[in-house]
């Protein structure tokens, strides 16, 4: 069963916050930063707008959200924990079916500590991330979207820290803080991971961004909800619950744009996806400019998944702190000792599987498993472009394609997968990467829309509207 919860505190809680003082005390003392963040590196120039929000008020499968209007800095940021399974197990590693923990053992302490940090910074960093999209919205649909995952990703920061603050004494309390100091982007106080600190300059990066970055925040999540740590796999667990939404955003939002492009291709008879002017004079994006945006985000996703063979992951799994996809589901020892695990590694002129311990690689088989889940979406835009009878296919580049980390960060690759020299690339880049003749098309395209029921020339309407409401409900109240 899961604990009810309490919405007459300052923070919305299931996890007994108002018999817990000493933690009650520490987070109150922490909130006031957190608006003041919020104010500071939230949405910019909405603050005041009344948007048309769910806030998730129970963490029961049915009807755990309500829908409402809500001013941003008004939104009741709650702190909410699955429900506990009782007789829970440790999943993997050499704890394995020795009762999941209620504490922190102490010899993991430290481990945990850093996961839980390096997944708190990645939330409010995507938020200041996105925080000039308001003002260029397609639609108010849209803007309300956007502004759903902002705040949702600012609850998942209050999962972290509730997890820092009750788990991990002053050095939780000291992690705590200094998630509202860095900054992304910052050069001197940067966020942790690479994609984090990069510009979300457009909707097109951002609806990128949501597709692949919070797919790996999908992945993250369901191998930390394995956790042997239960407060952080009931955590995890619940935060998923918020995840498919802003997956949803990102594959729904990368549609509509491909769907536009193609319709409006197809009604003023252009056949050549590549004869850019042609494409970008109906205000809409061409599709090799899709793709460059593609290429970016999806290699910079694949960074986050670190090195591709890791002794901190093989520890973290050991320990049962962290298990991988769906570990339940998965048909073997779940120690891995005597396991190997295909890797693709760089070699001489080329590329090979080669088999390595599974331990090692299991950063490696979460990314694999990232690259399949990506799959459907592809399958559906290319759908629509082979619809309008356009000959075009987006295609997710290779994996060693602009890589920062890992296995592949010192080679050249195409995004076929050729490997060239240095000069080549550099010279070839523009094709595929975005470039800055793009960004200045997009910049300029994308003009805000703020009429209920209006779309902008370069993205379709959606299908349908947010929790039954029409597709031109006012979704947000601007106030002027
Ligand atoms: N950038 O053994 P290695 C989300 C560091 S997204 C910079 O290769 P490991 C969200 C690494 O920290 C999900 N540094 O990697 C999405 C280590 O440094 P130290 C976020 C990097 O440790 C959208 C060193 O390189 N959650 O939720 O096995 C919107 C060697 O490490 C990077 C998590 O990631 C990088 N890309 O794995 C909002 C889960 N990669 O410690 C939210 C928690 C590696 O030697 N984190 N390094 O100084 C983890 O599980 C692991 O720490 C990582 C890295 C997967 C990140």
């Given at each position: 069963m899961a604990d009810a919860v309490d919405y007459d505190q300052l923070i919305p809680n299931n996890v007994g916050l108002a018999d817990d003082a000493k933690l009650r005390r520490a987070l109150e003392a922490w909130h006031p930063g957190y608006i003041d963040w919020w104010m500071d590196m939230g949405p910019d120039g909405f603050q005041e707008a009344e948007v048309w929000l769910r806030t998730a008020v129970s963490v029961e499968k049915s009807g755990w959200a309500k829908f409402a209007f809500v001013r941003m800095p008004e939104y009741r940021w709650g702190i909410l924990l699955a429900p506990r399974h009782e007789g829970r197990t440790i999943p993997c590693g050499e704890h394995l079916g020795e009762p999941a923990w209620q504490e922190v053992p102490g010899e993991y302490r430290a481990l945990l500590r850093r996961l839980i940090v390096i997944q708190g910074d990645t939330e409010p960093a995507s938020v200041e991330q996105q925080r000039f999209l308001g003002n260029t919205a397609p639609s108010l649909y849209d803007m309300r979207n956007l502004f759903q995952v902002n705040v949702e990703e600012g609850r998942h920061l209050w999962a972290m820290v509730y997890l820092l603050q009750k788990y991990f004494g002053r050095d939780g309390r000291e992690e705590a803080a200094g998630l509202l100091e860095r900054r992304s982007g910052d050069d001197d106080r940067p966020r942790m991971l690479g994609a984090f600190n990069e510009e979300t300059p457009d909707w097109l990066s951002f609806?990128?961004?949501?597709?692949?970055?919070?797919?790996?925040?999908?992945?993250q999540l369901e191998a930390l909800a394995q956790s042997g740590f239960d407060p952080l796999s009931r955590t995890c667990r619940f935060m998923l619950t918020e995840e498919a939404h802003h997956m949803f955003v990102g594959d729904t939002g990368v549609g509509r744009i491909v769907r536009r492009t193609a319709?409006?291709?197809?009604?003023?008879?252009i056949e050549d996806p590549h004869d850019t002017d042609a494409v970008r004079a109906l205000g809409v994006i061409d599709f090799p400019t899709i793709q460059r945006k593609m290429n970016l985000h999806f290699s910079l996703t694949l960074d986050l998944f670190g090195s591709e063979q890791s002794t901190n992951a093989a520890t973290a799994f050991n320990a049962g702190v962290k298990g991988r996809f769906r570990e339940a589901d998965i048909d073997d020892d779940h120690t891995l000792h005597d396991s190997t695990y295909p890797l693709l590694e760089h070699v001489d002129d080329g590329f090979e599987k080669v088999e390595v311990p599974a331990l090692k690689a299991l950063n490696a088989r979460l990314r694999d498993d990232f690259v399949d889940d990506c799959a459907g979406g592809l399958r559906r835009w290319n759908r629509d472009i082979a619809a309008a009878g356009i000959e075009f296919e987006l295609k997710l580049p290779h994996i060693a394609f602009n890589r920062q980390i890992g296995e592949f960060a010192d080679v050249d690759v195409t995004p076929d997968g050729g490997i060239v020299d240095e000069a080549?690339?550099?010279?070839?880049?523009?094709?595929?990467?975005?470039t800055s003749d793009d960004r200045a098309f997009i910049e300029d395209l994308m003009q805000p829309?703020?009429?209920?029921?209006?779309f902008a020339s370069w993205i379709a309407p959606p299908r349908k509207g947010i929790a039954q409401k029409p597709i031109d409900y006012e979704y947000v109240r601007l106030p002027y």
């Amino acid at each position: 069963m899961a604990d009810a919860v309490d919405y007459d505190q300052l923070i919305p809680n299931n996890v007994g916050l108002a018999d817990d003082a000493k933690l009650r005390r520490a987070l109150e003392a922490w909130h006031p930063g957190y608006i003041d963040w919020w104010m500071d590196m939230g949405p910019d120039g909405f603050q005041e707008a009344e948007v048309w929000l769910r806030t998730a008020v129970s963490v029961e499968k049915s009807g755990w959200a309500k829908f409402a209007f809500v001013r941003m800095p008004e939104y009741r940021w709650g702190i909410l924990l699955a429900p506990r399974h009782e007789g829970r197990t440790i999943p993997c590693g050499e704890h394995l079916g020795e009762p999941a923990w209620q504490e922190v053992p102490g010899e993991y302490r430290a481990l945990l500590r850093r996961l839980i940090v390096i997944q708190g910074d990645t939330e409010p960093a995507s938020v200041e991330q996105q925080r000039f999209l308001g003002n260029t919205a397609p639609s108010l649909y849209d803007m309300r979207n956007l502004f759903q995952v902002n705040v949702e990703e600012g609850r998942h920061l209050w999962a972290m820290v509730y997890l820092l603050q009750k788990y991990f004494g002053r050095d939780g309390r000291e992690e705590a803080a200094g998630l509202l100091e860095r900054r992304s982007g910052d050069d001197d106080r940067p966020r942790m991971l690479g994609a984090f600190n990069e510009e979300t300059p457009d909707w097109l990066s951002f609806f990128m961004f949501t597709f692949f970055t919070d797919r790996d925040g999908k992945m993250q999540l369901e191998a930390l909800a394995q956790s042997g740590f239960d407060p952080l796999s009931r955590t995890c667990r619940f935060m998923l619950t918020e995840e498919a939404h802003h997956m949803f955003v990102g594959d729904t939002g990368v549609g509509r744009i491909v769907r536009r492009t193609a319709e409006a291709m197809r009604d003023a008879g252009i056949e050549d996806p590549h004869d850019t002017d042609a494409v970008r004079a109906l205000g809409v994006i061409d599709f090799p400019t899709i793709q460059r945006k593609m290429n970016l985000h999806f290699s910079l996703t694949l960074d986050l998944f670190g090195s591709e063979q890791s002794t901190n992951a093989a520890t973290a799994f050991n320990a049962g702190v962290k298990g991988r996809f769906r570990e339940a589901d998965i048909d073997d020892d779940h120690t891995l000792h005597d396991s190997t695990y295909p890797l693709l590694e760089h070699v001489d002129d080329g590329f090979e599987k080669v088999e390595v311990p599974a331990l090692k690689a299991l950063n490696a088989r979460l990314r694999d498993d990232f690259v399949d889940d990506c799959a459907g979406g592809l399958r559906r835009w290319n759908r629509d472009i082979a619809a309008a009878g356009i000959e075009f296919e987006l295609k997710l580049p290779h994996i060693a394609f602009n890589r920062q980390i890992g296995e592949f960060a010192d080679v050249d690759v195409t995004p076929d997968g050729g490997i060239v020299d240095e000069a080549t690339w550099e010279t070839e880049r523009a094709g595929w990467l975005p470039t800055s003749d793009d960004r200045a098309f997009i910049e300029d395209l994308m003009q805000p829309l703020h009429e209920a029921g209006k779309f902008a020339s370069w993205i379709a309407p959606p299908r349908k509207g947010i929790a039954q409401k029409p597709i031109d409900y006012e979704y947000v109240r601007l106030p002027y």
